[in-house]
């Protein structure tokens, strides 16, 4: 699968680039799902860095798999997770350890760029830093306004928030903070007029 | 006209010689106000009347940042230069009445570093000064390198090492002693932060330096005052206000459009902020753009012009004022 084009949208809705290998004294790649690809074609086309590279992946929520093209690249380091959550004790601790001239690449969905992003940022560099290639699956991350919870892998819109029950909107606002869009009731004025589902995010 | 809240009335409390070069100023108000709080990195425009020529220069504070009793300021003599800094040696006293603008933040710390890095260079070292008097009251991480010509010249070494011992680290030129730029960008913690205030060169080496590091461009922050360069005299017509003036050699276009009586926008005079940017109406011959704000494609178009620091060479001038 090749990189997504996006609608225009909102100013917060964020758009993606293209993995550019940069030069730096170590590379980090963190990637679910389809994004391995992209960190297959970046380091395929930057073989030097493969030695200095790093890579954490999470296959993906659809059962997207790609390991083994990952470990065949032959890079210093790879490691499987099988959720973000269970890769963040290791990315915190490169982070906490790594020095000025790491590069961050992230690839797959927005959620999974997302939350990378905003653990880059918790270390102290700057949003821009981090470089995304946005591959597969379009499933957001979303966050119910009303009962703060987060929804993982939304497909449909509206949704039920799977933490107050509320029937949700999803909108194209972008929390880089919480590193998730955001989810509204979408009947709080006319209570049970609720739209059919559409699959808006595949 | 500077934007946002009137200007601040002082008097002159003390004047000290720092060393051959630099002069220190202590400005208290002359209404018995505080001054306003204000963030490391901010500076002040002093205005001067020069015998008649009005001088509005920008100064960086060096005082604590939450000091509200006074503002100081650290003045280098430029014999080259267009005469504010002899103004302000040769001519000011303590008791003299003057007048600040508000304070003005174009060089602040970017408060989610993990560590800031410090780099100054001669009279570049003002900034940092209550930079640091900020992070030391924040329990903020921070590490100065100041390059200095001699330590006859280094000015406030000795005070800056007495508060921050081993984060104090000055070179001399006159020692051949030079910043190990490349190592110290290498062993930094991902986190930090860079800022450099001094010389052009210094600037530029730091920021290419980093670039080349694969450091993100904004990681590296810099301050860069421009003295307005002179220059020939040229006209120009002010459409909005139905003006010609003619802009003598040792002044700049924002002066003399101030001394039409002409109300136009500024902050920091030194072609940095942005905040004077003005609309080219028609432009017969060629703007010497001096600011570090235009775009390059802008800079080309000669649609737009910093008057704070640009001039002109040619048949004819119309700006939008
Ligand atoms: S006043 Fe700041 S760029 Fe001209």
Redesign the pocket.
């Known amino acids: 699968m090749t990189k997504t084009e996006f609608e225009p949208a909102i100013p917060s809705r964020p758009v993606y680039g293209v993995l550019h290998p940069a030069v730096g004294s170590a590379h980090l790649f963190v990637a679910d799902g389809e994004g391995a690809g992209a960190v297959c074609d970046a380091l395929t086309s930057a073989p030097a860095l493969k030695a200095a590279a790093h890579v954490i992946y999470i296959p993906g929520a659809n059962g997207s798999d790609h390991t083994g093209a990952l470990q065949a690249l032959g890079v210093a380091q790879f490691h499987r997770a099988p959720s973000f959550a269970a890769a963040l004790p290791r990315l915190t601790k490169v982070l906490a350890d790594a020095h000025m001239g790491m590069q961050i690449y992230a690839a797959g969905t927005e959620g999974l760029m997302a939350q990378v992003a905003a653990a880059a940022q918790a270390a102290g560099l700057p949003y821009e830093a981090v470089q995304m290639e946005h591959r597969g699956s379009l499933a957001r991350r979303v966050q119910c306004v009303h009962c703060k919870g987060v929804t993982e892998n939304v497909t449909l819109d509206p949704f039920q928030c799977s933490h107050c029950g509320l029937t949700l909107f999803v909108r194209d606002h972008f929390s880089r903070r919480l590193a998730a869009f955001q989810g509204v009731c979408i009947d709080a004025e006319d209570p049970g007029q609720i739209p059919a589902s559409v699959e808006r995010f595949k | 006209m500077s934007v946002g809240a009137p200007k601040i009335p002082v008097v002159v409390a003390e004047v000290i010689e720092v060393n051959a070069l630099i002069k220190r100023f202590r400005f208290v108000r002359r209404d018995g106000l505080a001054m306003p709080v204000f963030s490391g990195g901010a500076h002040v425009v002093v205005e001067m009347d020069d015998h008649g020529t009005r001088r509005m220069n920008p100064y960086s504070l060096m005082s604590a940042p939450g000091d509200t009793s006074g503002y100081e300021i650290s003045v280098r003599r430029d014999e080259a230069g267009r005469g504010g800094s002899l103004y302000m040696h040769n001519h000011v006293r303590a008791g003299m009445e003057m007048v600040l603008s508000q304070p003005v933040n174009l060089f602040p710390l970017d408060a989610r570093a993990k560590k800031h890095l410090l780099i100054a260079g001669g009279i570049g070292i003002t900034p940092f000064v209550a930079q640091m008097a900020q992070l030391e009251a924040m329990g903020g991480r921070f590490e100065l390198h100041y390059s200095v010509r001699s330590p006859a010249l280094g000015a406030y070494v000795d005070h800056l090492r007495g508060r921050y011992g081993a984060r104090v680290h000055v070179y001399h030129d006159a020692f051949d002693e030079k910043i190990d730029l490349a190592n110290l960008l290498k062993t930094q913690p991902l986190g930090t932060h860079v800022y450099v205030c001094g010389p052009k060169g210094m600037i530029a080496w730091v920021h290419a330096t980093a670039r080349a590091m694969g450091w993100p461009d904004r990681a590296v922050h810099s301050e860069e005052f421009l003295a307005p360069p002179v220059g020939l005299a040229f006209d120009v017509s002010l459409a909005a206000s139905g003006k010609t003036i003619t802009v003598q050699p040792n002044q700049s276009l ?1 002066e003399a459009i101030e001394a039409a009586g002409v109300d136009a926008p ?12 003005t609309d080219v109406l028609r432009c017969e011959g060629h703007i010497e753009h001096n ?1 570090h ?1 235009l775009s390059d494609d802008q800079k080309a178009s000669h649609t737009k012009i ?4 640009s001039r002109f060479r040619g048949a004819g001038l119309v700006l939008d004022r």
Do not use: T
Request: proline share 5%.
């Open positions: 924002l500024y902050l920091c005079r030194g072609g940095a902020c942005g905040q004077c940017e600011d704000w910093m008057p704070c620091v």
